[in-house]
């Protein structure tokens, strides 16, 4: 001990002092602690020094503070020094600075409220805490509600969730999150969906059951007891409840700032609803029982809204409209008694005023007399042995009545509400476990202390007793199992304070005692207490200044109790004759609600027992004395009744304890208060769980994390091969006392201190090293800048000293060459200079004497204009003067007159008084006076009459004296400006004569003038000059500008190239998009039909099996649109199975249900597929239109006519040559009279004249016989009638595919008609002169027709020149106007004008060639296409040519070109046969029974894919629609089913994916589309389908594919998410680099690398075995690729969000272990060569997170950097990192809560999703591109081992 106060006692050591303020100040030691002093000198942390004096009694040091690095830890017990000032520090610095609200203490799970909604309760948090061990994450309610889950399922042993804390403190939140997580884990097994009843019950009790305080704006007013119930698969069957002590009395009484339950209110709030008109409901302010709190209304809560939950609630829960209209209409009857007012009538008696509003308004609702109920507030029946009697009331005895009844009608009600949501919670399934959730008040203390707040400290007291037994039996357990040698620990037992509450004569004894005595009260019972346990108990006492309360020592704290009120609390009691009266209602619901009037009634409506009993003076009868004595227990008996049930249920399950803290009383958010955390704290027992771990060994670690740690505390000879041995020899030489540690079986267990201790020896021992390489590396660093300076100083010397003697010499040479330089530059300046001063003068003089002569002139005219403004300004300033005078005059008489109007109204006001005063006089005059004004206003009317004609005849008036005087106006004006302009003539003569003097002065100046204009022309001349020159810079320019133009045009196609390429991405994006959605929907589909399927079995098999019956295969039901595809005998059979299924084993409801929402489903997947196909083939169509029209346009026309061009083309060279050849003769024989008849040359043109003829003739028999046969083809194929007899010389037309076929028909005919050759002399006998007559015809207009068409083609281009011409001369003339107009602009602005002009007419061109070039390229495409289908159905026929297709004249005519005819396959043509009763064999051992690796491994791949299209292509052979039919839907059927009994194992999975891919691909391949031949060889298109269309079954084979793939992905997420966090977080890839920090009891998997561990190495291998895997399977590459991309999104969101989970993970040398381990993922993709297709940008978000655990967090511009760095990254994963980082050493600096702020202000304005974790359950979108096979179907072989032997090759 010396040694350890000498050691830690130290200068700088900091410890904890108590302070009044804050509880504990830290400070640090100024000088050591020697034993023995009375003082320690400290300094605060605010820098004052301050003298601690230290008890002389006890000499207690002061606590220690632990050290930064443990600051902020998970679990408290991790703390090396265990005291209540490192738990306050510890619970604040995780509030106020991590903002983290959970924290473990042990067993006990610590909740701080934080005032504010946080978003870590979502269902990504719940998916991240499934299946984690406790200590394996952050402190979360989430994780104590998996722990209760998990022991439950592995011990078999019922569980419970105690949550408890003050009022305000957040346990219903916790309750409530608590369940959320079981219901969201669990589900239900049946179709009541129990887990949403059970979170439905919430909304309801909170409404009746909670209300607001001060402290508390939700607070619960009693305690419940909620038990979930499973099965034996662990999923929530069904529930019950139960409740204790209600506190009834806040329905008759609310303090101020508090409001009665929340139902009142928001009936109040709801009652303008139509539905509520009858309950005569109003504002709350209108009632006593909601208006006394004076805070009707809670901040941010829509008390209507509210209601709307409420009510929703009760229709989940079962319970009706009518009864929740019943229930409102019993709460409104409350609100109604409470306002019922009660008035004296003397002293002992009271009475209610006839017809009140409020109690009759009462008894409507409730269905009971007026009189009655009036008549039993004021009166009571009393009974005695021998008669009985009534007695009236005083008012305030009424008023308590009245209030009593209110509170047990609300509390009957209460007990209504939960006996049905229990009855809504009971399923018929058998409960197997259970999970109870107790969420129960916590220890109160208040001013004044009653009944309720007794009753709350006695249950807290019995809580306590168990948390503090079940804490000293985990410990004893801990130490057993170690085999350490057991102390016995002191704890602090409150049995004592039990005994003295529930033991024979204790406080509740004494009570129910003195309720039974006739006279007995409250004083009288405080004096039995004063007489019996004041002497005898300690833990009683009584106050000093008072004889009516108690004070009792809890554990918590001392509570001083008002005994005033404890014997009525206690009693209950309502008048029977009131109960009576409800009991006769005409309101069924009210009368259900006092049915048991027989049985004990509960103050909360609870039988069991929450308290209280109604006493009903009633003589009990002889039957019914058991059920008597039932009746007479008391509130507190009852209670505590209730309490031992609890405590049995508690003691038989495994507790979970959460322990709720309210950081402040006025509800701030994340404000602690240091009091009042430390009074709770004390309360809950935290501290004492601190004090009893303390007292032992707090501290564990294994021997691996101990040597880990400090290992630099060891020397190499310490270090041995047994790690046990190894770290028993290293403390006992670190630590001398053995008692402050003890070696476990695998763990070391530390004493309180020790652990600081050996961290103050580690962290010395690292300074001390870090000292020494900083010494080194500073010496080496300095060293080494010396000799660097040292070299570049003598380098620059030496550069520097020849640098300035060169420039020394440099300079006196250009000295001398400036001065001589300067004397003659001078010289020329200066003569230039006196040139131009003495040119310069002149003109200046020039201009300066014009000027004077022109401001002369204009002097001289402005005086004379001046004189004129003066002239007219005068006169009409008179005018204004004259003006104002006639105005002031009206003014004045306007004045007068009104002056004596006022002096005549005055004397006729005075006349009208005295006229009254006589008509008071004399009243006899009334009558006359009347008759007098009726006379008056009579006259008064004709007045107005003539008023109106008078006004009438003003306005005419007033319109023609305005327009006279308008007139006059116009003659005065005229007569004025005739005078002025007699003055003006006079004026303008004097000014003619000094004009004329100034025109000879203007003349001499113009002689002048045009000698200047002259030397101006000749400099413009110059100036002119100079401008051509700068024209041809210009055209430079303009050239320039040219190119740049053409540079900014390929800008220009790049940009719209990138705005395509941007386009593109966006529909892929929004292509995904449609994708994704989808898939969900598929995924979901399959949900509904497992389930569908699920509870179809249950039913079943819920029923004993008749004889007969036949149960239905579950994937019969699997996909609603394979029922398009059955026959209607089979829809019709599987509709009776289903049927007979349905009526035996399911409800009618639910499987309506089901039905309809499979319906919906199948409805928006129909939708969905439509527009996914829509997406997909948008681009297809794309490509496919222009081929289309123009195969509409053309057809065999186009064919027709290209042949006929090349033979019109082949005739034409023919003639030319003959033509040619005639010339030669003519011209040679001109001479010699060679045109004469009989002539050589003669005959030569006569025969050429026949040959031309003939052929002429041969043609048109041609085109007759081609044109005839192709019109009976076409009328043969619109009949579909086929020609019996074929023709001898002709082919059949419709079978000519292409242009080679044609042409060779053509070429047949040809040669035959040319074997019959023609004789001219037998032409007339055999009558053909009429055909050949006909030919020409046609050969004339054909010719006709040609020519025509040449001509149009011709004048077409001749108005396209001349178009193109008229724009060429408009453009010539704009090109004049432009010119013109610049040729009168300055110089500068006509080269602006100019180039301007250029830019427009070349951008326009620009574009102009833009467009030309986009349709040349489409024509380019187009023609491409076309030639591709010509070159392609060319080579088809070519290769298709045979022997037998030769015609005659090829034979006689043209060479015979050898053939190579391939030779068919005569035995396999790829297809095989089965029959119809071994289909179900074909799928058994092909798809059933077959084994996925020996397939892999000995047959190539896809086989089974092969095999079954092969099938299929045979039953499309033969034309069997019913066999192609249930051929694929039993192959579909089938994959589903060995996919649901092995859907769990990888390789199947991936095997049946590559074959369902593969048959896909096999009937795209084959499907006959142009889209997917052209990737086949000929022999391959000779093997498409001919009879059926299966794009709909290829949809649902693709639909199918999606669903292994998402069940592919499943089951990989399923075999990596065990190895992900331990292989990526956990696991030290780089030994070493990060310490192990100290762990509490809840520990945590350690990160050494222990056998069964994952680490990275296993990842990879994984990795590794699916590629390898799926590889083997022959599952395409693009598929692949997309499965690896999948791969890596699940580990990156796997391993951020448990590093967002873990405080201890979040550090520097986790974010290297992290970014290395990354590293090594990339080199996997690169050796598999998949690094460019997104996996690695799935990975972005966790590096970025490593990154920012690793980068500098201080400053402004760290911020900024950290801002641009994490974009991959949300805002509140950033802020969540940031505040959970943590320095794993004392080096290490935290990040302070100001740099965080920074952070969130600078991401303000980023707009993204507030959820914090990624979705680890996203799956990106699958596309399947088509992967067309070279394998050719005839060449497959099917080997024996797959037992298919009866199956045949056709």
């Given at each position: 001990m010396n040694r350890e106060l000498e050691y830690m006692f130290v200068k700088r050591a900091r410890v904890w002092i108590p302070d009044a303020e804050e509880v504990w100040k830290s400070a640090e030691l100024n000088k050591d602690y020697k034993n023995g002093d009375a003082s320690l000198q400290l300094m605060l942390e605010d820098g004052t020094n301050i003298e601690h004096k230290l008890d002389p009694k006890t000499k207690n040091l002061p606590y220690l503070r632990n050290p930064d690095i443990l600051v902020g830890e998970n679990d408290l017990t991790a703390l090396s020094y265990l005291h209540e000032p490192a738990v306050l520090h510890n619970l604040k610095v995780r509030f106020m600075d991590s903002k983290l609200i959970y924290t473990y203490c042990g067993i006990v799970l610590v909740a701080i409220n934080p005032y504010e909604t946080l978003g870590i309760y979502g269902s990504d948090i719940i998916n991240a805490y499934s299946g984690q061990n406790m200590g394996d994450m952050d402190p979360h309610i989430f994780a104590v509600a998996e722990e209760a889950y998990k022991q439950m399922a592995r011990d078999e042993r019922n569980q419970s969730i105690i949550v408890s804390g003050e009022s305000g403190a957040g346990k219903t939140v916790s309750a409530k999150y608590a369940m959320r997580y079981f219901a969201t884990v669990s589900g239900s097994t049946s179709e009541a969906n129990v887990e949403q009843k059970v979170l439905a019950s919430n909304p309801i009790m909170e409404a009746i059951g909670n209300a607001k305080t001060t402290r508390n704006d939700n607070s619960s007013r009693f305690g419940k007891y909620i038990e979930i119930g499973f099965d034996t698969r662990y999923r929530i069957i069904g529930a019950n409840m139960r409740t204790y002590l209600l506190e009834k009395s806040r329905v008759v009484f609310q303090a101020d700032e508090e409001r009665n339950y929340h139902i009142f209110y928001q009936l109040c709030a709801s009652s303008h609803l139509p539905e509520f008109k009858m309950l005569k409901l109003s504002s709350a302010n209108d009632f006593l029982y909601t208006r006394q709190g004076r805070s009707p209304v809670i901040d941010g809560v829509d008390d209507t809204k509210e209601l709307s939950s409420t009510r929703k609630a009760f229709t989940l829960l079962g319970i009706n409209e009518s009864n929740q209209m019943g229930l409102f209409q019993v709460l409104a009857a409350i609100l109604h008694l409470g306002n019922v007012e009660i008035k004296d009538r003397d002293s002992d008696s009271s009475i209610i005023p006839p017809n009140n509003g409020h109690l009759t308004a009462f008894c409507d609702l409730v269905g009971v007399t007026y009189q009655d109920m009036s008549q039993w507030l004021c009166h009571r029946k009393l009974k005695t042995a021998t008669e009985t009697y009534i007695k009236t009331l005083p008012r305030l005895q009424a008023t308590n009545a009245r209030d009593a009844l209110s509170k047990h009608i609300y509390a009957k009600l209460f007990n209504w509400i939960v006996e049905h949501v229990n009855k809504a919670l009971i399923t018929n399934f058998k409960q197997h476990s259970f999970i109870g959730v107790l969420d129960i008040y916590g220890f109160e203390t208040f001013e004044i202390n009653s009944f309720e707040q007794f009753c709350i400290n006695y249950a807290n007291e019995k809580l306590q007793q168990q948390f503090n037994m079940h804490v000293?039996?985990?410990?004893?357990?801990?130490?057993?199992?170690?085999?350490?040698?057991?102390?016995?620990?002191?704890?602090?037992?409150?049995?004592?304070?039990?005994?003295?509450?529930?033991?024979?004569?204790?406080?509740?004894?004494?009570?129910?005692?003195?309720?039974?005595?006739?006279?007995?009260?409250?004083?009288?019972?405080?004096?039995?207490?004063?007489?019996?346990?004041?002497?005898?108990?300690?833990?009683?006492?009584?106050?000093?200044?008072?004889?009516?309360?108690?004070?009792?020592?809890?554990?918590?704290?001392?509570?001083?109790?008002?005994?005033?009120?404890?014997?009525?609390?206690?009693?209950?009691?309502?008048?029977?004759?009131?109960?009576?009266?409800?009991?006769?209602?005409?309101?069924?619901?009210?009368?259900?609600?006092?049915?048991?009037?027989?049985?004990?009634?509960?103050?909360?409506?609870?039988?069991?027992?929450?308290?209280?009993?109604?006493?009903?003076?009633?003589?009990?009868?002889?039957?019914?004395?058991?059920?008597?004595?039932?009746?007479?227990?008391?509130?507190?008996?009852?209670?505590?009744?209730?309490?031992?049930?609890?405590?049995?249920?508690?003691?038989?399950?495994?507790?979970?304890?959460?322990?709720?803290?309210?950081?402040?009383d006025f509800k701030l958010a994340f404000s602690f208060d240091p009091k009042r955390a430390v009074q709770q704290l004390r309360a809950c027992g935290v501290l004492e769980t601190i004090r009893i771990s303390a007292a032992g060994f707090p501290s564990r670690w294994t021997y691996q994390e101990f040597f880990s740690r400090y290992r630099v505390l060891m020397k190499q000879k310490d270090v041995l091969p047994d790690r046990r041995l190894t770290c028993r020899n290293v403390l006992e030489h670190l630590v001398q006392d053995q008692d402050k540690y003890q070696f476990g079986k695998t763990k070391i267990f530390f004493r309180a201190g020790q652990v600081a201790y050996l961290e103050k020896l580690r962290a010395e021992k690292l300074r001390a090293a870090c000292i020494r390489i900083q010494k080194t590396i500073r010496c080496w660093l300095a060293r080494k800048k010396y000799l660097r300076k040292r070299s570049a100083a003598i380098t620059i010397q030496r550069f520097t000293r020849g640098h300035q003697a060169r420039r020394l010499a440099k300079f006196m040479r250009r000295t001398q060459a400036a001065t001589t330089i300067q004397k003659y530059q001078r010289m020329c300046v200066e003569k230039k200079r006196y040139r131009q001063k003495q040119a310069a003068a002149l003109v200046m003089q020039t201009i300066l004497r014009a000027y004077m002569a022109r401001q002369k002139y204009r002097a001289l005219l402005r005086e004379s204009k001046v004189v004129i403004i003066q002239k007219r300004v005068r006169g009409w300033l008179a005018r204004c003067w004259y003006k104002r005078c006639l105005v002031s005059l009206v003014y004045l008489q306007c004045c007068f007159r009104r002056m004596k109007a006022r002096r005549e109204l005055k004397k006729l006001k005075i006349e009208a008084r005295s006229v009254e005063h006589f008509k008071k006089l004399n009243k006899g005059m009334e009558n006359k006076i009347m008759q007098l004004q009726r006379k008056l206003d009579e006259q008064n009317k004709e007045n107005r009459l003539v008023n109106e004609r008078l006004a009438g005849l003003e306005n005419t008036y007033t319109t023609e004296s305005e327009r006279m005087r308008g007139e006059l106006s116009r003659l005065r004006g005229a007569e004025e400006d005739a005078k002025n302009k007699g003055h003006q003539v006079t004026s303008l003569l004097e000014e003619l004569e000094k004009l004329r003097k100034e025109l000879s002065s203007t003349q001499k100046e113009k002689k002048t003038i045009e000698d200047w204009a002259q030397n101006y022309r000749s400099e413009m001349e110059k100036m002119v000059s100079e401008l051509k020159d700068q024209n041809g810079s210009l055209k430079k320019e303009k050239d320039d500008l040219n190119r740049l133009i053409q540079e900014q045009s390929q800008q220009m196609t790049e940009k719209m190239a990138r705005a395509i390429l941007e386009e593109t991405q966006q529909l892929k994006t929004d292509l995904n998009e449609e994708r994704s959605r989808y898939q969900n929907l598929l995924t979901e589909h399959l949900r509904l039909e497992e389930k569908y399927d699920d509870l179809k079995e249950e039913m079943v098999s819920s029923n004993v099996p008749k004889a007969g019956h036949r149960r239905r295969d579950s994937t019969h039901s699997s996909n609603g649109s394979e029922y398009t595809y059955n026959s209607e005998?089979?829809?019709?059979?599987?509709?009776?199975?289903?049927?007979?299924?349905?009526?035996?084993?399911?409800?009618?409801?639910?499987?309506?249900?089901?039905?309809?929402?499979?319906?919906?489903?199948?409805?928006?997947?129909?939708?969905?597929?439509?527009?996914?196909?829509?997406?997909?083939?948008?681009?297809?169509?794309?490509?496919?239109?222009?081929?289309?029209?123009?195969?509409?346009?053309?057809?065999?026309?186009?064919?027709?006519?290209?042949?006929?061009?090349?033979?019109?083309?082949?005739?034409?060279?023919?003639?030319?040559?003959?033509?040619?050849?005639?010339?030669?003769?003519?011209?040679?024989?001109?001479?010699?009279?060679?045109?004469?008849?009989?002539?050589?040359?003669?005959?030569?043109?006569?025969?050429?004249?026949?040959?031309?003829?003939?052929?002429?003739?041969?043609?048109?028999?041609?085109?007759?016989?081609?044109?005839?046969?192709?019109?009976?083809?076409?009328?043969?194929?619109?009949?579909?009638?086929?020609?019996?007899?074929?023709?001898?010389?002709?082919?059949?037309?419709?079978?000519?595919?292409?242009?080679?076929?044609?042409?060779?028909?053509?070429?047949?005919?040809?040669?035959?008609?040319?074997?019959?050759?023609?004789?001219?002399?037998?032409?007339?006998?055999?009558?053909?002169?009429?055909?050949?007559?006909?030919?020409?015809?046609?050969?004339?207009?054909?010719?006709?027709?040609?020519l025509q068409t040449q001509r149009r083609g011709y004048d077409s281009e001749v108005e396209s020149l001349r178009g193109e011409l008229q724009n060429v001369k408009e453009e010539n003339n704009r090109q004049q106007q432009l010119l013109a107009q610049n040729l009168q602009l300055p110089p500068e602005a006509r080269i602006e004008a100019s180039l301007q002009h250029e830019i427009?007419?070349?951008?326009?061109?620009?574009?102009?060639?833009?467009?030309?070039?986009?349709?040349?390229?489409?024509?380019?495409?187009?023609?491409?296409?076309?030639?591709?289908?010509?070159?392609?159905?060319?080579?088809?026929?070519?290769?298709?040519?045979t022997e037998g297709q030769t015609s005659p004249g090829q034979m006689v005519d043209e060479p015979i070109h050898p053939v190579n005819i391939p030779r068919r396959e005569k035995d396999f043509q790829g297809m095989l046969e089965y029959n119809k009763e071994d289909e179900l064999k074909l799928v058994k051992n092909l798809i059933l029974e077959l084994k996925p690796r020996g397939v892999a491994v000995n047959l190539i791949p896809g086989l089974p894919a092969y095999i079954l299209f092969m099938c299929l292509r045979h039953a499309d052979y033969v034309n069997d629609d019913q066999k192609v039919r249930t051929l694929l839907t039993s192959t579909i059927n089938s994959i589903k089913k060995i996919l649901k009994k092995r859907g769990d194992d990888f390789e199947t999975v991936s095997f049946w994916l590559s074959n369902t891919c593969r048959f896909l691909h096999c009937l795209k391949q084959y499907s006959g589309d142009e889209a997917f031949m052209k990737h086949n060889s000929p022999r391959q298109n000779e093997h498409c389908l001919s009879n059926f269309d299966l794009a709909e079954y290829r949809q649902v084979i693709s639909d199918l594919?999606?669903?292994?793939?998402?069940?592919?992905?499943?089951?990989?997420?399923?075999?990596?998410?065990?190895?992900?966090?331990?292989?990526?977080?956990?696991?030290?890839?780089?030994?070493?680099?990060?310490?192990?920090?100290?762990?509490?009891?809840?520990?945590?998997?350690?990160?050494?690398?222990?056998?069964?561990?994952?680490?990275?190495?296993?990842?990879?291998?994984?990795?590794?075995?699916?590629?390898?895997?799926?590889?083997?399977?022959?599952?395409?590459?693009?598929?692949?690729?997309?499965?690896?991309?999948?791969?890596?999104?699940?580990?990156?969101?796997?391993?951020?969000?448990?590093?967002?989970?873990?405080?201890?993970?979040?550090?520097?040398?986790?974010?290297?272990q992290i970014r290395y381990n990354v590293s090594q993922l990339e080199e996997w993709l690169r050796d598999k060569g998949l690094m460019t297709f997104g996996a690695k940008e799935t990975l972005e978000p966790l590096i970025q997170a490593a990154q920012l655990l690793q980068v500098k967090k201080k400053t402004d511009e760290d911020a900024d950097a950290i801002c641009s760095m994490c974009l991959g990254l949300t805002t509140a994963q950033i802020v969540k990192v940031l505040n959970l980082y943590t320095p794993v050493n004392e080096f290490e600096e935290r990040v302070s809560v100001s740099f965080i702020r920074t952070i969130q202000t600078r991401l303000r304005d980023r707009c993204e999703s507030p959820q914090l974790l990624m979705d680890t359950k996203m799956i990106y979108p699958v596309t399947f591109p088509f992967s067309p096979s070279s394998l050719a179907l005839e060449t497959i072989q099917i080997p024996s081992s797959l037992n298919l032997a009866f199956l045949t090759r056709v």
């Open positions: 000293f039996k985990l410990e004893q357990e801990e130490y057993m199992k170690e085999q350490i040698p057991w102390t016995l620990i002191d704890f602090y037992d409150n049995q004592p304070c039990i005994n003295l509450i529930e033991a024979k004569m204790g406080i509740l004894d004494l009570l129910d005692e003195e309720c039974k005595m006739p006279k007995g009260s409250d004083d009288s019972w405080a004096q039995k207490l004063y007489n019996t346990h004041l002497k005898t108990c300690s833990l009683f006492e009584k106050p000093r200044m008072s004889n009516r309360a108690f004070i009792i020592q809890h554990f918590a704290d001392k509570v001083e109790y008002q005994c005033e009120g404890f014997l009525e609390k206690n009693k209950d009691t309502v008048n029977e004759e009131q109960i009576n009266v409800l009991k006769a209602s005409k309101f069924p619901l009210l009368v259900e609600l006092f049915h048991d009037g027989e049985k004990a009634i509960s103050p909360t409506g609870q039988v069991p027992g929450t308290g209280g009993r109604t006493r009903l003076s009633i003589k009990p009868e002889k039957g019914r004395e058991k059920s008597s004595k039932e009746h007479k227990k008391t509130v507190g008996c009852q209670f505590r009744n209730s309490l031992q049930m609890l405590m049995e249920t508690l003691n038989a399950t495994t507790p979970h304890y959460v322990r709720c803290i309210k950081p402040n005998y089979a829809e019709l059979e599987d509709g009776s199975r289903a049927a007979e299924d349905v009526t035996r084993g399911m409800d009618t409801s639910l499987t309506l249900k089901l039905q309809k929402r499979l319906t919906e489903l199948e409805q928006e997947k129909q939708s969905l597929r439509n527009e996914l196909e829509n997406k997909e083939d948008q681009f297809q169509r794309a490509r496919a239109r222009d081929d289309v029209e123009f195969k509409k346009a053309r057809g065999a026309e186009l064919e027709y006519e290209s042949l006929k061009r090349q033979e019109l083309e082949s005739e034409n060279k023919k003639l030319r040559h003959d033509l040619k050849e005639i010339r030669q003769s003519l011209v040679g024989n001109a001479a010699t009279g060679a045109g004469a008849p009989g002539s050589p040359a003669y005959k030569v043109v006569l025969e050429q004249l026949n040959a031309s003829c003939e052929e002429l003739e041969v043609r048109k028999e041609e085109v007759l016989i081609l044109r005839s046969q192709l019109v009976s083809q076409k009328e043969a194929m619109h009949h579909k009638e086929t020609m019996t007899e074929p023709s001898v010389y002709v082919e059949d037309v419709s079978k000519l595919k292409d242009a080679g076929e044609l042409k060779q028909a053509y070429v047949g005919l040809k040669d035959t008609n040319r074997s019959a050759a023609p004789d001219f002399h037998k032409l007339n006998e055999d009558g053909e002169l009429w055909l050949v007559n006909q030919g020409l015809k046609e050969t004339i207009r054909l010719l006709e027709h040609q427009t007419r070349l951008t326009n061109e620009n574009l102009d060639l833009m467009e030309q070039l986009e349709k040349q390229d489409r024509t380019i495409r187009k023609l491409k296409k076309q030639l591709k289908v010509y070159s392609k159905r060319i080579g088809e026929m070519g290769a298709g040519q594919a999606i669903q292994i793939y998402q069940q592919l992905i499943k089951c990989m997420e399923n075999i990596l998410q065990p190895m992900i966090v331990s292989g990526m977080l956990e696991h030290e890839t780089i030994q070493g680099v990060s310490g192990v920090k100290p762990t509490g009891l809840r520990k945590r998997t350690s990160s050494i690398a222990d056998e069964g561990t994952y680490t990275l190495d296993s990842i990879l291998r994984q990795l590794s075995a699916f590629h390898s895997t799926m590889c083997q399977h022959g599952t395409d590459p693009e598929l692949i690729k997309q499965v690896v991309k999948q791969q890596f999104y699940i580990i990156g969101a796997v391993t951020l969000n448990n590093l967002l989970l873990r405080k201890d993970m979040c550090s520097w040398s986790k974010g290297m």
